[in-house]
């Protein structure tokens, strides 16, 4: 089985991935601060989120990688944390899973 990329490119989702990061610190900040606007910066944050995990979620399905069963669980676990240490291993378990298969 071919390594399969992204439906898009993997620059977008490291974009994602760290904007994601980045206001969620802000969602935090605004909560903090009782901002009026917070509920509509949380509501975006969801979206981007989801769709950023889903993205995510869906490369590790259809690729073989390195224990599968344990990154798919850590999406549920820690799904923000994962994300990232995915993104930063994905090529190494990729090069692993086809090794050991």
């Known amino acids: 089985m071919k390594n399969q990329d992204f439906k898009i ?3 977008t989702v490291w ?3 760290i904007g994601n990061f980045l206001l969620s610190m802000f969602i935090i900040t605004a909560e903090i601060r009782l901002w009026e606007f917070s509920d ?3 509501t975006v944050g969801l979206m981007l989120f989801f769709s950023t995990w ?3 979620l869906s490369d ?3 690729n073989k990688i390195y224990n599968k069963s344990f990154w798919i669980l850590t999406m549920f676990i820690t799904p923000s944390i994962s994300t990232f240490f ?4 994905r090529n190494k378990l990729i ?3 086809q090794k050991f298969s």
Do not use: E, N, P
């Open 86 to 89: 995915y993104l930063v291993q």
């Open 60 to 62: 590790m399905v259809k």
């Open 95 to 97: 090069r692993l899973g």
């Open 54 to 56: 889903i993205i995510v």
């Open 40 to 42: 509509i910066i949380m």
């Open 15 to 17: 974009i994602l991935v």
């Open 9 to 11: 490119s993997i620059k």
